[in-house]
């Protein structure tokens, strides 16, 4: 039996809306022409497929034995099509990401030299911006995708995504290391010189509340435009800072800083994703955002 395919594809659309004027217009075609392929079809397979009715077209049991394997091999055919255009995409996409220093250093470098192994082809184009930054660059379309860190504050049609939980830890330069078997006290800071970020940083403004909360109000000695530039500053004895310890933990195990113990603990902070939900994402950047966000048990979408 040598059926025209094209017939077969116009039947599992009939089938499936039990209706010639809907497949007919999913198809873009007319709907005599798919009234006159389907009668084409019966004679070829010599046997009733549709119960014509004023309320639509109905499988006989003939035809549904029919869709059975037509719908299996149509899912099929479409998943092979979304393979292929997925892989188009992933040999020559572009990504734009917004990114915060401390979401790239902690968690987003090791993801996109893994990304950039696997997808050579795409283009990454990484925009070092701090967290309310990023989050206008996603709200007006200049980035797929922002990855930052807490805290944030988004509306919808922005959704966030936390990925990775971190904690501070207070470090000095070498000068302080009798310090290191001290405990100190928040309050106790205004007695020493305090590096941190620009007012215009989340990271800024968290550290401003939590000094509030405990009654204390500290004026930065040093403001780093950049959280890189937190450890050199370090280093060079120009204050007491606030890092991630991932960041800090080479310096520390080279003992060019030391940790600085304080009474109250830090509170958790999380790096996470921030993209519009209402803007497609190309084959690419949807692929990233998957690896970014995948596998993460603590993931928590607002």
């Not at 499936?16 to 007919?24: C, D, L, S």
């Not at 970020?197 to 930065?220: A, D, M, S, W």
Request: hydrophobic share 40%; with cysteine; proline share 4%.
């Amino acid at each position: 039996m040598d059926v025209n395919f094209e017939y077969y594809k116009i039947f599992y659309y009939v089938a499936k809306y039990n209706n010639f004027t809907k497949a007919a217009n999913i198809l873009h075609n007319s709907q005599p022409n798919i009234t006159r392929a389907m009668n084409c079809l019966e004679q070829e397979v010599n046997c009733t497929l549709f119960i014509r009715t004023n309320r639509g077209a109905f499988l006989t049991p003939e035809g549904e034995r029919l869709y059975t394997r037509v719908s299996a091999a149509m899912m099929q055919i479409q998943q092979a099509e979304e393979e292929l255009a997925e892989s188009v995409g992933l040999e020559h996409g572009s990504i734009s990401i917004g990114a915060s220093e401390i979401a790239l250093n902690i968690y987003l470098l090791d993801r996109l030299k893994k990304f950039h192994i696997a997808y050579p082809g795409v283009q990454l184009k990484i925009c070092n911006h701090s967290t309310p930054q990023a989050i206008n660059a996603v709200r007006s379309g200049e980035t797929d995708f922002a990855v930052i860190t807490t805290p944030v504050d988004v509306e919808a049609p922005l959704k966030e995504i936390r990925l990775k939980a971190f904690r501070d830890i207070l470090i000095g330069g070498r000068t302080f290391t009798a310090m290191g078997s001290q405990e100190l006290s928040l309050k106790d800071l205004k007695e020493y010189p305090y590096i941190c970020l620009g007012k215009e940083t989340t990271t800024y403004h968290f550290y401003n509340q939590l000094f509030l909360k405990y009654g204390v109000e500290i004026i930065p000695d040093t403001e780093a435009a950049t959280t890189d530039q937190v450890l050199p500053l370090v280093k060079s004895e120009l204050g007491l800072a606030f890092l991630p310890e991932e960041m800090a933990e080479d310096a520390l195990a080279k003992h060019e800083v030391v940790q600085i113990k304080l009474k109250e603990q830090i509170p958790e902070r999380y790096v996470c994703m921030v993209y519009d939900r209402k803007r497609p994402m190309s084959v690419a950047a949807q692929k990233l955002k998957q690896i970014l966000d995948k596998g993460e048990s603590y993931a928590k979408i607002k």
